[in-house]
């Protein structure tokens, strides 16, 4: 056994992050894309023991904290889920803002990390809030029409905002908590047809969030949305690069203005509010979310040799 393996758990918006703060694997020197890449190739294993069931459950996310080589940044960061890396998170970078604070680690004020996707930046408020600023964003394609074999045709946008997400309004689906078994079949449906029918971002990157919106019954938010992550698991969270490819979308349809804030809700009712100004020529802008974060446990994962299982199901030994 090496170190041992101390992890920060936290919700932001209901969604759970849970960080290793230490006693994760040697990723060698290098930008954090490259850590990531390293940590994809070889350390699978670890990705699964911190996320998957026993010890975590499929909507755990997790994230590894990395020193960064960049001269701007405090840390390095590589989110991953119950399936592989993540190109970037939102939710959990609130939750990493939070954890520091917890640990004594940031006070309050902006910080630089370094992610897989570029350099981002949270501003801690309080012991809870944390804005993020995040990578440029942009939509890539605007009402991209599929047929959804069993529901119909349906149109949505293909946006970035540190993830890559199928953005739809227009889909007959009830947003309700209730309904979270039938919006998952039905993203996962759409999310079959990009597969089958070639429908890629930019430089063919894999779309693997599907996002639906719809208005909110609470005054306080613009919209609602229900959040299909890769690994089949819902967002409890608005999704903090959901609303950032949202929010690219809206200013490039001229429905928000820059600056202007923007209340997203979630599925299960917590609000991300944010907003984005543009950057060069207008083909990006830089989103910034907010949101709350709380802390659920300061841990030590263990991992015992005879458990045949301490990589998690799907990963036995
Ligand atoms: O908040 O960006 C986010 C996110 C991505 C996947 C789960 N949460």
């Known amino acids: 056994m090496g170190d041992p393996i101390r992890v920060i758990d936290s919700h932001t918006g209901g969604e759970p992050t849970r960080i290793v703060i230490s006693g994760g694997p040697p990723l060698g020197n290098g930008t954090v894309l490259e850590k990531m890449e390293r940590f994809n190739r070889e350390y699978d294993d670890f990705r699964s023991a911190v996320v998957n069931e026993p010890r975590g459950w499929d909507a755990m996310v997790g994230a590894l904290l990395v020193p960064s080589e960049h001269p701007e940044c405090e840390h390095g960061i590589i989110f991953f889920n119950n399936v592989g890396s993540l190109w970037m998170c939102g939710h959990g970078t609130i939750g990493l803002g939070v954890t520091l604070k917890h640990l004594g680690w940031a006070e309050p004020g902006r910080h630089k990390v370094e992610s897989p996707v570029g350099v981002i930046e949270f501003e801690l408020l309080d012991d809870h809030t944390v804005e993020l600023t995040n990578v440029p964003s942009y939509r890539y394609r605007k009402s991209v029409e599929i047929e959804v ?87 409890r969270s608005p999704c903090g690069t959901g609303t950032s490819a949202k929010i690219a979308c809206l200013l490039a349809d001229g429905v928000i203005e820059p600056g202007e804030r923007w209340k997203q809700e979630s599925i299960v009712g917590s609000v991300f509010e944010g907003s984005a100004v543009w950057v060069e020529d207008h083909t990006r802008c830089i989103p910034t979310i907010r949101g709350t974060a709380y802390i659920t446990a300061d841990a030590q994962l263990i991992l015992q040799q005879n458990d045949r299982l301490r990589f998690g199901i799907g990963k036995s030994t």
């Open 149 to 235: 074999p069993g529901y119909g045709s349906a149109s949505g946008d293909i946006a970035w905002g540190g993830n890559w997400f199928f953005l739809m309004g227009d889909h007959g689906q009830e947003l309700s908590y209730e309904n979270v078994a039938a919006l998952t079949r039905y993203c996962t449906a759409v999310s079959d047809t990009l597969k089958e029918r070639g429908i890629v971002g930019e430089d063919g990157k894999e779309i693997d969030h599907i996002e639906l919106f719809a208005p909110s019954e609470n005054p306080a938010a613009d919209s609602r949305n229900f959040v299909l992550c890769p690994g089949l698991q819902y967002d």
